[in-house]
């Protein structure tokens, strides 16, 4: 169940749902089909074809986000999410970095750790919630507990994955030329599982962005953007909702961006270490 | 030597020869490993529960959270609940699913168009959904159902297109030369060697899709599990909310596991390549 | 026998130390509400705490003793408060009485200090252009309820008077704000609510079919300030003063004459002065704003306890006579010379002795 082949599958798996880059590198086709929904868009709030308080116009929303910039209420919204989401992905990260380590070094921790870990990982984050709540109160401990899981889950699956699948060939290499455990380890298994580490710790900053986003709904929050959306709804303010939204998208796309950004220039230097 | 198995050998290098147990009591040992873990936390909260170190309102006592599930199945809620979530998860990766062949077919074909607007909405969480769908269609079954279908499809539209874009170019070259019609390659080409990719897709969506339900429940809902997760957490009925939790991770991972066993048989079965 | 007596000098020190510091007030004292609240700083309405707040009467007593006072306002009501007295993040707690009793029932330790506004109404809400008439008119429709609040039993108590139970109509669990949104665009066919219900009504997006004013008294509901149990041992000195303050607000709050001043002082929460008249429509300031535990009450949570134990709300049964701790009250009352001032009422809610306290 812990085997390795289930490993790189759950690795593959929570990649697989990142975004795939065109291999067609012209990026003003991609801007074609954005362009005509607005343009839809405007059009039918324009000819105010369904009357719904609903339908607000590309204007509406335009000054809305212009209104929340300038007014610094983005800023402060936006800060609050990301400061709460910092502490819990620094928090999860770095236990998933310990928890993962000692998974994919140590059978017998694995053998008996393992398949709980994974049943574990089955269960959405947010059935625990209530159970968080309670035991944590509604405060800020609550929510970076809450976030601390969500970043660890997909460090400990690609750290241990990343040191499942070193080469066999380099571990040959270490063992002609007499290495010792720690060296081992050092030079040769920690380098080869670090593309791996990294994966794991870019996917543990979107879902902790997701957890928090998610957190400012189910746990007492304050500010956030998150908040933001949920105010609109409650007000049958569609242009805030569609801000909010449109925020939260940029900010997760911004840190993939970033972070394949990132992988690249990793990759590039590993390649020729 | 597998990785796993170089690996241990570097390691254990200056480690003491370990005891040698024989062969049916090691297996036996084997088979229990994975146990150890939750049998020793069970014990922990049996004790804890019992010594009263935990206040019954913070943990309830395991006996407390099994008569819960016990009542829950006797008088016929389990099934309902169990029911009502089903029904909803099938719906809603029914759709997912369709509509993400579809979008990954589509984006199979018109890719530059379509990809960057899809990884853009991709990016939006289904709770960041949560408000505008509300918004559209209100807090009936439909809200679920379309937030549930967003879960699924993302990873199904994914892995088709990866799917349909890894048919190794010899094969494709070959089917050029033998003059197949496009449809020919498709059928004969393309889509086997897309399959196995889909599939894994197809289990993804189910996973995501059985995540989202608990977060589409959570919010507003009269019957189902991430129901019964809010009722206990209103009435301070922790018990209930574990039970509902078990409940949960149980059926998703039988599933999962369900799934997992038809993955590996398609992907023994993959023209030309070995098991994954 | 020298250093006999050091030791023992320094152990009577030590232990007089010790004694002190578990005497020492605390730094801050934090007040739980069990509503989302309103207005900035935020604050509440319909009950006199929410006069004590709005006048900053405990900051000011505390002032001079150098401790701070934290109000937390909660959306989740009284399910909420009950995770925060349960993590003692909250001293003391504005709560319904179901809420509370759910909390008891599950191992929480409080007391009951006095009684922080009385007989609030439940009203039945359907959009404008609803066929829903009545109660009966329900059956096997989507209707909102807050469950776990003191609004949920009153609910059932209600249906339950029209033969319905639970079971025959689709209870959505929303808040407070949920729920005005969810009426509001259909997306439910009814909504049981309070006075939070009367600003939608007065907008013209959706009428009031039912309502438990002028009904029998048993169908409303009850909220009091509590207090945690540890707190209060630790600190009676301090949980004295604050009940010294709420009495006030709530003497201030009985007198008709300030009828009008008090509903301003409760729309800076939100809810509109037309809202209040109208919760408060023919009814006599003291008969609500009684801080008094007298028959009323504790039959009431008496028959609370009893419906929730029935309907498996609470696992198990939960003592009320050992609950109410009124000394706090009994001495605010003497210091205050109010003794007199309020009527007490009988276990059916009607008034001991002749009519409630002034009218207008």
Same mark, same amino acid.
Request: with cysteine; proline share 5%.
């Given at each position: 169940?812990?085997?390795?082949?289930?490993?790189?599958?759950?690795?593959?798996?929570?990649?697989?749902?990142?975004?795939?880059?065109?291999?067609?590198?012209?990026?003003?086709?991609?801007?074609?089909?954005?362009?005509?929904?607005?343009?839809?868009?405007?059009?039918?709030?324009?000819?105010?074809?369904?009357?719904?308080?609903?339908?607000?116009?590309?204007?509406?929303?335009?000054?809305?986000?212009?209104?929340?910039?300038?007014?610094?209420?983005?800023?402060?919204?936006?800060?609050?999410?990301?400061?709460?989401?910092?502490?819990?992905?620094?928090?999860?990260?770095?236990?998933?970095?310990?928890?993962?380590?000692?998974?994919?070094?140590?059978?017998?921790?694995?053998?008996?750790?393992?398949?709980?870990?994974?049943?574990?990982?089955?269960?959405?984050?947010?059935?625990?919630?209530?159970?968080?709540?309670?035991?944590?109160?509604?405060?800020?401990?609550?929510?970076?507990?809450?976030?601390?899981?969500?970043?660890?889950?997909?460090?400990?699956?690609?750290?241990?994955?990343?040191?499942?699948?070193?080469?066999?060939?380099?571990?040959?290499?270490?063992?002609?030329?007499?290495?010792?455990?720690?060296?081992?380890?050092?030079?040769?298994?920690?380098?080869?599982?670090?593309?791996?580490?990294?994966?794991?710790?870019?996917?543990?900053?979107?879902?902790?962005?997701?957890?928090?986003?998610?957190?400012?709904?189910?746990?007492?929050?304050?500010?956030?953007?998150?908040?933001?959306?949920?105010?609109?709804?409650?007000?049958?303010?569609?242009?805030?909702?569609?801000?909010?939204?449109?925020?939260?998208?940029?900010?997760?796309?911004?840190?993939?961006?970033?972070?394949?950004?990132?992988?690249?220039?990793?990759?590039?230097?590993?390649?020729?270490? | 030597?597998?990785? #796993?198995?170089?690996?241990?050998?570097?390691?254990?290098?200056?480690?003491?020869?370990?005891?040698?147990?024989?062969?049916?009591?090691?297996?036996?040992?084997?088979?229990?490993?994975?146990?150890?873990?939750?049998?020793?936390?069970?014990?922990?909260?049996?004790?804890?529960?019992?010594?009263?170190?935990?206040?019954?309102?913070?943990?309830?006592?395991?006996?407390?959270?099994?008569?819960?599930?016990?009542?829950?199945?006797?008088?016929?809620?389990?099934?309902?609940?169990?029911? %009502?979530?089903?029904?909803?998860?099938?719906?809603?990766?029914?759709?997912?699913?369709?509509?993400?062949?579809?979008?990954?077919?589509?984006?199979?074909?018109?890719?530059?168009?379509?990809?960057?607007?899809?990884?853009?909405?991709?990016?939006?969480?289904?709770?960041?959904?949560?408000?505008?769908?509300?918004?559209?269609?209100?807090?009936?079954?439909?809200?679920?159902?379309?937030?549930?279908?967003?879960?699924?499809?993302?990873?199904?539209?994914?892995? %088709?297109?990866?799917?349909?874009?890894?048919?190794?170019?010899?094969?494709? #070259?070959?089917?050029?030369?033998?003059?197949?019609?496009?449809?020919?390659?498709?059928?004969?080409?393309?889509?086997?060697?897309?399959?196995? %990719?889909?599939?894994?897709?197809?289990?993804?969506?189910?996973?995501?899709?059985?995540?989202?339900?608990?977060?589409?429940?959570?919010?507003?809902?009269?019957?189902?599990?991430?129901?019964?997760?809010?009722?206990?957490?209103?009435?301070?009925?922790?018990?209930?909310?574990?039970?509902?939790?078990?409940?949960?991770?149980?059926?998703?991972?039988?599933?999962?596991?369900?799934? #997992?066993?038809? #993955?590996? %048989?398609?992907?023994?079965?993959?023209?030309?390549?070995?098991?994954? | 026998?020298?250093?006999?007596?050091?030791?023992?000098?320094?152990?009577?020190?030590?232990?007089?130390?010790?004694?002190?510091?578990?005497?020492?007030? /605390?730094?801050?004292?934090?007040?739980?509400?069990?509503?989302?609240?309103?207005?900035?700083?935020?604050?509440?309405?319909? $009950?006199?705490?929410?006069?004590?707040?709005?006048?900053?009467?405990?900051?000011?007593?505390?002032?001079?003793?150098?401790?701070?006072?934290?109000? &937390?306002?909660?959306?989740?009501?009284?399910?909420?408060?009950?995770?925060?007295?349960?993590?003692?993040?909250?001293?003391?707690?504005?709560?319904?009485?179901?809420?509370?009793?759910?909390?008891?029932?599950?191992?929480?330790?409080?007391?009951?200090?006095?009684?922080?506004?009385?007989?609030?109404?439940?009203?039945?809400?359907?959009?404008?252009?609803?066929?829903?008439?009545?109660?009966?008119?329900?059956?096997?429709?989507?209707?909102?309820?807050?469950?776990?609040?003191?609004?949920?039993?009153?609910?059932?108590?209600?249906?339950?008077?029209?033969?319905?139970?639970?079971?025959?109509?689709?209870?959505?669990?929303?808040?407070?704000?949920?729920?005005?949104?969810?009426?509001?665009?259909?997306?439910?066919?009814?909504?049981?609510?309070?006075?939070?219900?009367?600003?939608?009504?007065?907008?013209?997006?959706?009428?009031?079919?039912?309502?438990?004013?002028?009904?029998?008294?048993?169908?409303?509901?009850?909220?009091?300030?509590?207090?945690?149990?540890?707190?209060?041992?630790?600190? /009676?000195?301090?949980?004295?003063?604050?009940?010294?303050?709420?009495?006030?607000?709530?003497?201030?709050?009985?007198?008709?004459?300030?009828?009008?001043?008090?509903?301003?002082?409760?729309?800076?929460?939100?809810?509109?002065?037309?809202?209040?008249?109208?919760?408060?429509?023919?009814?006599?300031?003291?008969?609500?704003?009684?801080?008094?535990?007298?028959?009323?009450?504790?039959?009431?949570?008496?028959?609370?306890?009893?419906?929730?134990?029935?309907?498996?709300?609470?696992?198990?049964?939960?003592?009320?006579?050992?609950?109410?701790?009124?000394?706090?009250?009994?001495?605010? &009352?003497?210091?205050?010379?109010?003794?007199?001032?309020?009527?007490? $009422?009988?276990?059916?809610?009607?008034?001991?002795?002749? /009519?409630?306290?002034? $009218?207008?």
């Amino acid at each position: 169940m812990s085997g390795p082949a289930s490993l790189s599958r759950d690795a593959a798996e929570l990649a697989a749902v990142q975004p795939l880059r065109p291999v067609d590198r012209s990026r003003w086709r991609g801007l074609v089909l954005p362009a005509v929904a607005i343009a839809l868009w405007a059009l039918l709030s324009w000819l105010d074809v369904v009357n719904s308080a609903l339908l607000v116009s590309p204007q509406k929303v335009f000054a809305t986000a212009a209104d929340q910039i300038l007014s610094g209420r983005l800023w402060r919204a936006l800060g609050a999410s990301l400061a709460r989401e910092a502490t819990g992905f620094l928090i999860g990260t770095a236990s998933g970095l310990v928890l993962g380590a000692l998974l994919g070094l140590w059978p017998l921790f694995d053998r008996i750790v393992g398949p709980s870990f994974n049943t574990f990982k089955q269960i959405s984050l947010f059935a625990w919630i209530p159970l968080i709540s309670v035991w944590f109160g509604l405060g800020d401990v609550a929510k970076v507990v809450f976030l601390s899981l969500a970043a660890l889950v997909p460090v400990v699956v690609n750290t241990c994955d990343g040191i499942r699948t070193v080469p066999p060939a380099l571990l040959e290499v270490a063992r002609v030329y007499g290495f010792t455990r720690w060296q081992t380890l050092a030079q040769v298994v920690l380098p080869a599982a670090l593309p791996a580490i990294f994966t794991g710790v870019y996917l543990a900053l979107i879902y902790s962005w997701l957890a928090t986003i998610g957190a400012e709904y189910l746990l007492v929050a304050g500010k956030g953007i998150g908040n933001t959306l949920i105010e609109g709804s409650e007000h049958f303010q569609m242009d805030l909702v569609i801000f909010g939204m449109f925020v939260i998208g940029l900010v997760g796309w911004l840190m993939n961006a970033s972070a394949r950004a990132l992988e690249r220039r990793l990759a590039r230097w590993t390649g020729r270490a | 030597m597998s990785a #796993e198995a170089e690996l241990s050998a570097v390691l254990q290098r200056d480690a003491v020869t370990p005891l040698r147990l024989s062969l049916p009591w090691r297996r036996l040992g084997d088979a229990a490993l994975p146990w150890l873990l939750p049998a020793a936390l069970l014990a922990l909260w049996f004790v804890g529960a019992g010594q009263g170190w935990i206040s019954p309102q913070v943990l309830p006592p395991p006996e407390f959270v099994a008569e819960t599930l016990r009542d829950l199945a006797t008088s016929g809620d389990l099934w309902l609940h169990v029911s %009502t979530s089903f029904a909803r998860v099938g719906v809603g990766f029914a759709i997912g699913t369709l509509l993400g062949l579809l979008l990954g077919t589509a984006m199979g074909r018109v890719e530059a168009y379509l990809l960057p607007s899809f990884n853009a909405l991709v990016q939006i969480p289904v709770l960041a959904w949560l408000p505008f769908v509300l918004l559209i269609v209100g807090i009936g079954e439909p809200l679920k159902y379309i937030l549930i279908a967003k879960a699924a499809l993302v990873p199904v539209a994914l892995n %088709t297109l990866q799917g349909f874009r890894q048919t190794p170019q010899s094969l494709r #070259e070959v089917g050029e030369v033998y003059g197949y019609s496009r449809r020919q390659q498709v059928l004969e080409i393309v889509l086997p060697h897309a399959v196995p %990719t889909l599939f894994t897709g197809v289990r993804l969506g189910f996973t995501k899709a059985w995540l989202s339900l608990v977060v589409v429940e959570l919010v507003a809902s009269s019957e189902g599990l991430g129901y019964l997760i809010v009722y206990g957490r209103q009435l301070f009925q922790l018990d209930l909310v574990m039970a509902a939790v078990v409940i949960v991770g149980a059926i998703g991972w039988a599933i999962d596991r369900l799934l #997992e066993r038809l #993955e590996n %048989t398609l992907h023994r079965h993959r023209p030309g390549g070995a098991a994954r | 026998m020298k250093p006999m007596r050091h030791l023992l000098r320094w152990t009577a020190l030590l232990a007089t130390a010790l004694a002190a510091s578990a005497q020492a007030a /605390p730094d801050t004292i934090r007040i739980g509400v069990a509503t989302a609240g309103g207005g900035d700083p935020v604050t509440w309405g319909g $009950s006199p705490g929410g006069v004590a707040r709005a006048n900053n009467w405990l900051e000011e007593e505390f002032k001079a003793s150098g401790i701070k006072v934290e109000w &937390l306002f909660f959306k989740g009501a009284g399910p909420a408060v009950n995770e925060a007295l349960s993590n003692k993040q909250i001293d003391f707690a504005y709560q319904g009485d179901l809420p509370s009793i759910v909390g008891r029932s599950n191992g929480l330790k409080t007391k009951v200090l006095l009684v922080s506004g009385a007989r609030n109404n439940l009203y039945l809400v359907t959009p404008t252009q609803s066929a829903i008439q009545s109660i009966k008119d329900l059956k096997g429709r989507t209707v909102s309820i807050f469950r776990g609040t003191n609004g949920h039993l009153v609910a059932i108590n209600v249906l339950a008077a029209d033969g319905l139970a639970e079971r025959d109509i689709k209870g959505v669990n929303l808040d407070t704000g949920s729920a005005q949104a969810a009426l509001v665009s259909n997306g439910v066919d009814a909504a049981f609510g309070g006075y939070e219900w009367f600003k939608v009504r007065d907008q013209g997006l959706a009428k009031v079919v039912y309502s438990t004013q002028g009904r029998d008294p048993a169908l409303t509901r009850q909220a009091a300030l509590l207090v945690r149990s540890e707190f209060e041992q630790a600190n /009676p000195a301090e949980v004295q003063r604050v009940v010294d303050v709420f009495v006030r607000a709530a003497h201030w709050s009985s007198e008709e004459k300030n009828r009008d001043e008090l509903f301003r002082i409760w729309a800076r929460s939100g809810t509109p002065v037309a809202s209040w008249t109208a919760e408060f429509d023919k009814q006599p300031l003291a008969q609500r704003n009684s801080p008094l535990a007298d028959d009323f009450i504790v039959a009431r949570y008496k028959a609370v306890v009893g419906d929730a134990l029935k309907l498996k709300l609470i696992r198990r049964e939960v003592t009320v006579d050992d609950w109410f701790d009124t000394r706090y009250l009994k001495a605010a &009352l003497k210091k205050q010379g109010l003794e007199g001032y309020w009527n007490a $009422s009988d276990a059916k809610g009607q008034p001991k002795g002749g /009519p409630a306290v002034a $009218s207008r």
